[in-house]
């Protein structure tokens, strides 16, 4: 009200009515101008309940990409990544993005997909990575890859539990099948770990071509391609997921 009364006594032409109106507009103005840039938490929480080390998206107007194609309104952000500070390509490394991330990114490039799923499969890529000491934002990224944001399609089919074409060395031939999510989820990791380290495997084996892996021959993404796909693009393929799966704003 101190406005109010300022306003008042600077300006004698208007009456008190006219001020207050003019005052409930700029609060108003201000109100949704807070608003407009309250799009996402920045502060995602790891399972532990520590704030996430992810680096938030720097606004601009140089890319647009839409927020949640889930919302039927046609809500759009602008980002672009900081040049100084780029995801690792390091397999044996330390990943960065939350469960919640990682399911929301999920989700939107696989609308159809069940929540839940999307949540169980985002813990178990964590949880299991960081058993073995593996980055779960690279074994993650290469999921979705390789699955199609898990809509399959190609000679591996989504009953297999097989997350990352584990045996389908052609288009003829199906490729391993796994009991369950959680062991599928898993050989993914230890076959990744066998092309990254020579460390030895801190849960049983379940990864039924570990024996065929050259230990330690594949420390980074880009070492990947040729090994564990003939894809010359592939290790430029995972990275670009990488790249996406960081930048996304999840809401």
């Known amino acids: ?18 001020v207050n109106i003019i005052c409930r507009v700029v609060g108003i103005i201000v109100l949704l101008f807070s608003c407009a840039f309250n799009v996402s938490s920045n ?6 309940g520590k704030l996430s080390l992810i680096k938030p998206p720097i606004f601009s107007l140089s890319e647009s990409i839409s927020v949640n194609p889930e919302l039927s309104r046609k809500t759009t952000i602008s980002f672009e990544m900081d040049e100084n500070w780029t995801p690792s390509r390091q397999i044996i490394s330390q990943g960065q993005n939350s469960i919640s991330r990682m399911t929301s990114f999920l989700l939107s490039y696989n609308s159809n997909l069940e929540r839940d799923h999307a949540i169980e499969i985002s813990e178990l890529y964590y949880h299991e990575s960081l058993k073995e000491g593996v980055n779960h934002d690279i074994a993650f990224s290469q999921m979705c890859l390789e699955t199609g944001y898990l809509k399959f399609g190609g000679t591996v089919n989504a009953s297999q539990n097989n997350f990352c074409g584990l045996g389908a060395v052609d288009e003829f ?3 391993d099948v796994f ?3 959680e062991v599928g989820v898993r050989a993914h990791i230890q076959h990744l ?3 990254a380290s020579s460390s030895d495997l801190n849960n049983k ?6 024996r065929f892996v050259v230990r330690g ?8 391609t040729g090994k564990w796909a003939s894809d010359s693009d592939y290790g430029d393929k995972i990275q670009n997921l990488l790249d996406r799966l960081y930048s996304h704003v999840s809401i």
């Open 1 to 18: 009200m101190s406005m109010e009364r300022e306003l008042c006594k600077k300006v004698g032409i208007m009456d008190r009515y006219k």
């Open 43 to 48: 502060a995602d929480l790891m399972p532990s």
């Open 173 to 175: 031939t199906a490729g």
């Open 179 to 181: 009991e369950s999510m």
């Open 193 to 195: 770990k066998a092309y």
């Open 205 to 210: 084996l379940v990864d039924k071509r570990f």
């Open 217 to 224: 021959s594949a420390t980074q993404i880009h070492d990947l």
